[in-house]
């Protein structure tokens, strides 16, 4: 599995279920909204189609290279968020 430069999700601080990535932040966006995982992210949190949605965007780093504890890792986790880098709100569907 090749690891993603960038992720765009939806969760904030939490486990990231549904997302989208790619090699650019708008790649990363492009395919979260184009996956499938978007609309089944607004289903899963119950937003009414318009309401304004956060999509966070992310570098992501190998599992190895990030400061998750050992213990608390995942054996399936190949990789992680990493930093922060924008908000873009979007509509609900």
């Known amino acids: 599995m090749t690891i993603p430069k960038f992720c765009a999700t939806c969760a904030a601080d939490e486990a990231v279920y549904e997302c989208g990535t790619g090699d650019t932040p708008k790649e990363a966006f492009n395919d979260f909204m184009d996956n499938g995982d978007f609309e089944a992210y607004c289903a899963a949190a119950i937003l009414a189609p318009g309401d304004d ?16 504890p050992e213990d608390e890792r995942d054996p399936k986790w190949k990789w992680c968020l990493d930093d922060y880098l924008e908000t873009r709100i979007v509509e609900a569907v």
């Open 53 to 68: 949605v956060d999509v966070f965007i992310y570098s992501v780093i190998a599992i190895e290279d990030s400061d998750w």
